[in-house]
């Protein structure tokens, strides 16, 4: 097993999930790598199905202790036809709970050999200049723990060492936490929203219309802000009082640095 070809499939409205998926790629320094960014529908494959020399990496944010629904649902397809995989998830500083256990699950249950995983640490989807949570990451350290993982990953690899025995054990519970549905609720736009549909670019599920104005269908809304952080003009807020509820216990009782977490078989 030596990493000749390696696929990143990954969902990441703001982009820190992708970020930590390309410092161990860099780590990994495979032949071939080939990235499925699914966080929109365009992004699915028509063939998501893994091959021989192949080594997949899944990174996912953590929404509530889990995967998102959204995520499961655009990787339900894929095949992994007893390829190694390494999971990832990326947490906003609180806590990843299920996560990690969710996606090992999953892609247990794809056909992969689950041979690693890891929990980094992103700036929190919610995070704003009033209510700043785990700004900045990942940040230069957290990189360079993913490069080191990369690197350790290419050398497991080679050496054939990984235990393929049996499922790779990461912390979580089983049943995984309970997903509540809240009200339906999103971010709206300001008078000053110039109207250059960015974030209806973005939008991993298509919430957001631009017409003579922004109209966003709270129903399809994931809360994952990226059409807030993609807003030059900052005229993209989330001020659902539920939201602000929770960034402001998040910035009480979060604040201490949690550092990422490395699991190998
Ligand atoms: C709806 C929602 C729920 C979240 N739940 C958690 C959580 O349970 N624990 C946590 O630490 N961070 C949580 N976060 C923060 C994200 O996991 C974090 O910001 C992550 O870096 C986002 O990944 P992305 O940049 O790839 O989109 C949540 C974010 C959103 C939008």
Redesign the pocket.
Same mark, same amino acid.
């Given at each position: 097993m030596s990493c000749s070809k390696l696929k990143l499939i990954?969902? &990441? %409205?703001?982009?820190?999930?992708?970020q930590v998926l390309y410092a161990i790629a860099e780590g990994l320094q495979a032949d071939e790598l080939t990235v499925f960014d699914v966080t929109r529908q365009e992004g699915i494959p028509d063939d998501f199905d893994c091959s021989k020399d192949d080594l997949v990496i899944i990174?996912? %944010?953590?929404?509530?202790? @889990?995967l %998102?629904s959204v995520m499961l649902e655009r990787i339900a397809s894929l095949k992994g036809n007893g390829v190694p995989v390494v999971s990832v998830v990326?947490?906003?500083? @609180? #806590?990843?709970?299920d #996560?990690l256990l969710e996606l090992t699950d999953f892609a247990e249950a794809a056909g992969f050999k689950t041979v690693a995983g890891a929990a980094f640490?992103?700036?929190? &989807?919610?995070?704003t200049s009033e209510i700043p949570l785990?700004v900045g @990451?990942p940040d230069f350290a957290d990189i360079d723990k993913a490069k080191s993982f990369g690197i350790k990953l290419a050398e497991k690899l080679a050496a054939k060492s990984f235990d393929t025995s049996s499922k790779l054990r990461v912390p979580g519970n089983t049943p995984y936490k309970e997903r509540v549905a809240g009200e339906p609720m999103s971010p709206f736009s300001q008078e000053n929203c110039e109207l250059c549909g960015a974030c209806a670019r973005v939008c991993p599920t298509e919430a957001i219309t631009v017409g003579s104005h922004i109209t966003t269908d709270a129903e399809k809304c994931?809360?994952?802000? #990226?059409c807030v952080k993609v807003c030059t003009p900052g005229a993209r807020k989330m001020e659902a009082p539920r939201i602000l509820k929770v960034s402001q216990f998040l910035a009480d009782t979060?604040k201490e640095r949690k550092e990422p977490e490395i699991f190998v078989s």
């Open positions: 990954c969902f &990441s %409205p703001t982009r820190t999930t992708k990174g996912s %944010p953590v929404y509530s202790g @889990r %998102p990326v947490y906003g500083n @609180r #806590a990843y709970e #996560a640490i992103g700036e929190h &989807s919610f995070s785990s @990451r994931i809360l994952c802000c #990226a979060c």
